[in-house]
């Protein structure tokens, strides 16, 4: 079993920048695809970026490519999301989650076998 805890988030103004963590314990994720995922009010859970076991495959939604870094560092069993020139529509909660398959589809969070509570983010105009 994978806990995962994510933390980070905030308040942050349009065009600043925040990065998120997910610490992992339970047991060693250096195997697992992460990914980070987002949920705004009234809407559903949206693919943000992920990354293979290796860290050197990433992927990232079309709306965050260009300012949104996802990395890991396996050795502290923790992934981090760099988010820069934050937009208003950013704002939503960040979740983090792991996948025992690899080689999975990273982008669909039906592949992902465990998640964490999730980090409010909150982008001011």
């Known amino acids: 079993q994978v806990q995962l805890v994510e933390s980070g988030g905030g308040l942050v103004q349009a065009g600043g920048s925040l990065r998120l963590s997910c610490a992992a314990s339970?047991?060693?994720?250096?195997?697992?695809?992460m990914g980070w995922f987002r949920q705004a009010p009234g809407k559903g859970r949206e693919f943000v970026a992920a990354v293979r076991r290796s860290g050197v495959s990433t992927y990232y939604a079309d709306s965050v490519k260009g300012r949104f870094t996802i990395s890991r560092d396996n050795a502290k069993n923790t992934v981090y999301l760099q988010m820069n020139s934050l937009k208003p529509e950013d704002t939503a909660v960040y979740s983090c989650?792991?996948?025992?398959?690899?080689?999975?589809?990273?982008?669909?969070?039906?592949?992902?076998?465990?998640w964490g509570q999730g980090t409010q983010v909150t982008v001011s105009s």
């Open positions: 339970g047991r060693t994720i250096g195997t697992y695809a």
């Open positions: 989650a792991a996948d025992r398959n690899n080689y999975g589809d990273p982008t669909a969070a039906s592949d992902y076998d465990y």
